[in-house]
């Protein structure tokens, strides 16, 4: 069974740092594409950032020079570094997995930017 597990969410004043980890129980995790997505009170969900198996990176316009994803293969683990946080930026944070057909979730870990 598939388990992405994330953590690091809580409070944090704005302008301040916090950095996400997600956890993955999946067999060939270097070919999926990982991602990690948040949902804000009555919005969409939204893919924050991407990054693929060859280490390429896609970010949300809103979170381009503030945010870092990277992946770590060996350890089948997947991060987001967030920097200069806003209040906007309060959401629960998915991580994803994609690969072919494949696609997982994990539970989320909440983020709250708030003075």
């Known amino acids: 069974q598939v388990q992405l597990v994330e953590s690091g969410g809580g409070l944090m004043q704005p302008g301040g740092s916090l950095r996400l980890s997600c956890a993955a129980s999946?067999?060939?995790?270097?070919?999926?594409?990982m991602g990690w997505y948040r949902q804000a009170p009555g919005k969409q969900r939204e893919l924050v950032a991407r990054?693929?198996?060859?280490?390429?990176?896609d970010y949300v316009d809103a979170v381009k020079g503030r945010f870092t994803i990277s992946r770590n293969n060996p350890s089948k683990m997947v991060y987001l570094q967030m920097n200069s946080l806003k209040p906007e930026d309060t959401a629960v944070y998915y991580c994803?997995?994609?690969?072919?057909?494949?696609?997982?979730w994990g539970q989320g870990t909440q983020v709250t930017v708030s003075s």
């Open positions: 994803n997995a994609h690969w072919d057909r494949n696609d997982y």
């Open positions: 999946l067999s060939i995790f270097s070919t999926y594409t």
């Open positions: 990054i693929l198996s060859g280490a390429g990176t």
